[in-house]
């Protein structure tokens, strides 16, 4: 799987638009981006995936460049409960495997009043 | 709701005991499930990838007879930490996906998690 590189950390106030940013310069073309992230003391939540596309769910968009070298997750209104430690990973999709994620480092969100 | 329930979510064992921990898929089975262990502001690091069925897979420097693994169902999967020692203490989460294993899956590729488990060794 490509190696990520994320800011250890980020502050956005609260009701402002979060951007997360993600460099994946060797992702390959069969690699998905994955956005997972914890908050403190819990298990790691699925966020969003895509390949090329940009992809926009309930929780938040994904925003991949053309290259596919970088992405950026994004949160419209960051409320503080959302204040967590993101972490991107590139993976192969398995078709039918289900092969372990590898964490990075992440980025730690810190959504302030 | 969850999907994947761990548990317990924390406990705090003395010195030399065993602890074991549940790790359950609530409504889909899981022929994978794979374990990870967080130290304080560390990342997650797979710890062992445990196969229904058969002996679990362990990443290099986990000691297989230190960390039992025991995959007996297609729903559950337990980590039994033995002898354990204070520089156990961590916290430990499982992970599961749905392949969609006898019925239509609930989700293409995302991983679902525990809710994690806390272990003190004192």
């Known amino acids: 799987d490509a190696k990520t590189t994320q800011p250890p950390s980020m502050d956005c106030a609260e009701g402002r638009a979060a951007n997360l940013p993600c460099n994946h310069s060797?992702?390959?073309?069969?690699?998905?981006v994955y956005w997972y992230r914890q908050i403190h003391s819990q298990g790691p939540q699925y966020i969003i995936h895509g390949l090329k596309n940009n992809e926009t769910n309930e929780m938040a968009s994904l925003i991949i460049t053309e290259d596919r070298k970088s992405s950026t997750l994004i949160l419209p209104h960051a409320t503080l409960r959302d204040t967590a430690v993101y972490y991107c990973i590139v993976r192969v999709e398995g078709g039918g495997s289900a092969r372990q994620l590898t964490f990075g480092s992440g980025t730690q969100l810190t959504v302030l009043p | 709701g969850a999907v994947v329930s761990q548990h317990p979510s924390r406990v705090i064992c003395k010195s030399g005991t065993s602890v074991k921990i549940e790790c359950r898929s609530l409504d889909f089975q899981a022929t994978t499930m794979f374990w990870y262990r967080q130290f304080p502001k560390q990342s997650l690091m797979l710890m062992a990838t445990?196969?229904?069925?058969?002996?679990?897979?362990?990443e290099q420097g986990v000691e297989k007879d230190k960390f039992l693994i025991n995959h007996a169902s297609l729903t559950l999967s337990t980590l039994t930490v033995t002898s354990a020692h204070p520089e156990d203490s961590s916290f430990y989460i499982c992970?599961?996906?749905?392949?969609?294993?006898?019925?239509?899956?609930?989700?293409?590729?995302?991983?679902?998690f525990g809710q994690g488990t806390r272990l003190t060794v004192v």
């Open positions: 992970s599961a996906r749905d392949l969609g294993l006898g019925r239509e899956r609930r989700s293409s590729t995302e991983a679902f």
């Open positions: 445990s196969n229904e069925g058969s002996k679990a897979t362990y």
């Open positions: 060797t992702i390959s073309g069969n690699e998905y």
